[in-house]
């Protein structure tokens, strides 16, 4: 089974600023995708940004861009330049490159963009 | 709106009672997820449909759960009998697995926030 580590409950930023979200896994597997969602209060999850575990290559998705340290099993979430729509809860999830595509999600980390 | 849909958005309900949940998934997506989120902690799965099979299911899910998707389109999830920890978030997502096997992104509903009085 995979596990999903986050270790920071709450994180607050100043507008404008950058911050930096950890997420940590534990797999066997050596092929697998990985995930950043975004859970908005009150609204429903949106894919942030996925990272294929083949690729060397860091993902980007415009201010949001991750640390991915295949060999730590390590998967951090930066934003950058933080806008006040950023606030939500953020999770880290996990998915098998085959078979029942299901997500293993970390604990979240709520994001609270200060203005 | 050609996202996935969940209703109710919000049920109370008394113990003991049963409710029932749809999830209205996204046109050409097979497959369908539904998962469990507690407050302050991340979705966790129940069970996943290809089409209209029911192909895994988590030990999470007694006995008092069923999940149907009869014409592989909408799904259902019920809930017998209903226990004051069964209160959370039901998610329902929904995806593509194409001839190639590859999975395209989940998109996900809003969620049925369950409160067991």
């Known amino acids: 089974a995979q596990t999903v580590t986050q270790s920071q409950p709450e994180m607050s930023v100043q507008e404008a600023e950058t911050v930096t979200l950890s997420c940590t896994y534990d797999?066997?597997?050596?092929?697998?995708?990985l995930f950043w969602y975004k859970q908005p209060p009150s609204r429903q999850m949106i894919l942030v940004i996925r990272q294929e575990a083949y690729k060397q290559q860091n993902a980007t998705e415009n201010r949001f861009s991750v640390n991915f340290q295949k060999a730590a099993k390590s998967f951090s979430l930066k934003i950058s330049d933080s806008q006040l729509g950023d606030t939500a809860m953020y999770f880290c999830a996990f998915m098998k490159h085959t078979g029942n595509y299901k997500l293993s999600f970390g604990a979240g980390t709520t994001v609270t963009v200060r203005a | 709106d050609t996202g996935v849909s969940q209703n109710p958005r919000h049920k109370i309900t008394k113990r003991g009672q049963n409710v029932t949940f749809r999830c209205d998934p996204i046109s050409e997506h097979n497959r369908l997820y539904w998962y469990r989120q507690t407050l302050g902690q991340g979705p966790e799965f129940l069970t996943y449909f290809q089409n209209e099979a029911q192909l895994e299911k988590s030990r999470l899910l007694s006995d008092r759960f069923s999940a149907e998707r009869p014409k592989g389109s909408f799904s259902t999830l019920e809930i017998q009998r209903t226990e004051q920890g069964d209160s959370a978030m039901y998610l329902c997502?929904?995806?593509?697995?194409?001839?190639?096997?590859?999975?395209?992104?989940?998109?996900f509903g809003q969620g049925t926030r369950l409160t067991v009085v």
């Open positions: 997502a929904s995806s593509k697995v194409g001839w190639d096997r590859v999975n395209t992104e989940a998109f």
């Open positions: 797999t066997s597997e050596s092929n697998y995708y």
